[in-house]
């Protein structure tokens, strides 16, 4: 039974984000949903020798209903500036200089303006970086059916060809499991940790912060043992 994941792209998400990717056989990015201010789309937590700081896209953000794929930044060059503060604050990281050249690279020349455009390029090279080959696509890529929460997750799941969908275990509180049951979807609720710590240049360790601080801080083919799944 093909398992498939449907949720909004986040900025260089926590460890938890690519475990669920791992999960599954298929991630689909659910951009054609409304864009949420002061969210995880745009931005994500790095580690600090003074605590925890935001590394933020700026967007602009001009009504309400604005859906995830049409949200575009608002400042051309941010990217120079989360490189920066990056390269700051983890080039004395043991394992920095093994991903410093390629990301810098990908910072320096994105080249598009859309949010969803930049979180699936960062989600698909940090999961070329821990070898997860689940096939990530976006729901624009679907001919679904978009009415109604419910109906559209089922819809985009029978057009995925899959029988069992994942979601994260806040989901329980909101979503209907009945329609599920009756279109014959196996409902699975991803349970996130625990989670083993690693050494981290806190004195409390974190485990919901970007998870470049992972990659900079482990040796990368011991990274994924450090997801539940493994």
């Known amino acids: 039974m093909k398992k498939v994941a449907i949720i909004q792209s986040n900025y260089i998400p926590w460890k938890g984000y690519f475990d669920l990717i791992a999960s599954v056989d298929e991630f689909i990015l659910y951009d054609d949903v409304q864009y949420t201010k002061n969210d995880w789309r745009n931005r994500n937590k790095i580690i600090t020798p003074n605590g925890i700081r935001w590394l933020t896209i ?59 455009d930049i979180n699936f390029l960062f989600i698909r090279l940090i999961c070329k970086y821990l070898k997860i080959d689940t096939k990530i696509t976006k729901c624009s890529d679907y001919n679904y059916h978009r009415k109604g929460k419910v109906d559209s997750l089922i819809s985009l799941i029978k057009e995925s060809d899959s029988g069992e969908y994942y979601t994260g275990p806040s989901a329980r509180s909101y979503l209907m499991e009945e329609p599920f049951k009756k279109n014959n979807i196996k409902l699975t609720y991803m349970q996130y940790g625990p989670y083993r710590e690693y050494k981290q240049c806190n004195n409390d360790f974190i485990h919901t912060v970007s998870i470049l601080d992972l990659l900079f801080s482990v040796c990368l083919k011991d990274a994924k043992k450090y997801f539940r799944k493994y």
């Open 58 to 116: 700026p967007i602009k953000h001009s009504k309400l209903s604005q859906k995830i794929k049409d949200t575009k930044v608002s400042n051309p060059i941010w990217n120079n500036s989360h490189w920066s503060r990056i390269e700051a604050n983890y080039s004395n990281s043991k394992y920095f200089s093994d991903f410093s050249f390629e990301l810098k690279s990908v910072y320096e020349n994105i080249d598009s303006l859309y949010l969803s």
